[in-house]
């Protein structure tokens, strides 16, 4: 509605160009790679982002029909995945980079024992209901349900239990309790090896296979090409809308690899093949914009960089 309402407003305001921005998720979920424009209805949608697709869907129809019917200035660009910076980095609802990039930054802030940096992160983002001011225990737990785990790497110890007069220890002794809380029992003599830092390993659990390609555009790099056809180019010499991309995809493994050196998270990352992969594939064919000569500026790795220095900030 609100779109219907904005396309028709421009019609009776006789606004000289409007852009309506779509989504890549517009095309089928088994559509040919890279996507053409010409495309799109040609196959089913992905299920869990159908609704969306077709609001966007009827977003593009109705600025091709204002063109046709009325000769309006209005016309269409369908960006892939977009991502910088002021991202959603809520892990309930963020999209795979942003999501991807702050589950790394937590799990790096807990290997490295730095909950001065974890209680500031969820003051800014809580999750679910757990912020900076919440227990240890509370923490590592909501953790764990967003796939950040702590695991003992003390071997002598990894199995054993200890008892305490207020908990069961399979974790060190004299420092952290099953839920992560610090506690000295002046009753338990711990072996040396047990008081050092860091005396545990941090592994990433990320939903699906990893196998899915996906395709990244920093942010910037689409605001300077709306601009680019905004000022250069009509719904006359665009049709009814074009691709803006990169060319370029990757495999979510790949993508995660990559955030994991920026970040510097040393753990090991796994993978949740009983939660769905979605599309196999969405890669732009960008052939139509690249002749109207603008390629994206900005690489991959060094967006994540930008994205990543901001959200430490």
């Not at 003390?154 to 054993?160: E, F």
């Not at 072996?191 to 390609?213: A, F, I, Q, Y």
């Not at 995660?256 to 064919?285: C, H, R, Y």
Request: aromatic share 10%; net charge positive; with cysteine.
């Amino acid at each position: 509605m609100i779109e219907s309402n904005i396309i028709h407003a421009a019609y009776l305001n006789k606004v000289k160009k409007l852009i309506f921005l779509g989504s890549s998720c517009i095309y089928p979920k088994n559509c040919p790679q890279p996507m053409k424009e010409e495309y799109l209805l040609t196959g089913p949608l992905e299920p869990t982002n159908e609704p969306y697709a077709i609001a966007k869907i009827a977003g593009i129809k109705m600025c091709e029909n204002y063109y046709r019917q009325y000769g309006c200035n209005f016309y269409s660009v369908m960006p892939t995945n977009l991502y910088g910076l002021n991202d959603n980095f809520n892990l309930e609802t963020s999209h795979v980079l942003p999501a991807i990039l702050r589950k790394m930054h937590l799990a790096k802030c807990l290997e490295s024992d730095d909950w001065q940096s974890i209680q500031k992160d969820l003051d800014k983002y809580p999750i679910e209901n757990i912020n900076g001011k919440s227990s240890q225990g509370d923490i590592l737990e909501i953790f764990k349900k967003y796939g950040i785990y702590r695991i003992s790497s003390n071997s002598s110890l990894k199995n054993k239990k200890v008892k305490n007069n207020s908990c069961q220890l399979a974790c060190p002794v004299g420092r952290y309790d099953r839920t992560g809380v610090q506690f000295v029992d002046k009753n338990i003599r711990a072996p040396k090896e047990s008081l050092r830092d860091n005396s545990w390993t941090v592994s990433l659990k990320l939903w699906g296979s990893g196998k899915p390609r996906r395709e990244f555009l920093y942010v910037d790099d689409l605001a300077d090409a709306v601009l680019f056809l905004m000022n250069n180019y009509n719904a006359k010499g665009i049709g009814e809308f074009i691709n803006i991309g990169t060319g370029k995809d990757l495999i979510i493994k790949e993508l995660a690899e990559m955030i994991k050196n920026i970040v510097g998270f040393k753990g090991e990352i796994t993978w949740d093949s009983s939660k769905p992969d979605g599309t196999p594939q969405k890669l732009l064919n960008v052939e139509k914009l690249h002749k109207l000569e603008w390629k994206n500026k900005i690489e991959l790795d060094e967006g994540i960089k930008r994205d990543y220095d901001w959200y430490k900030k």
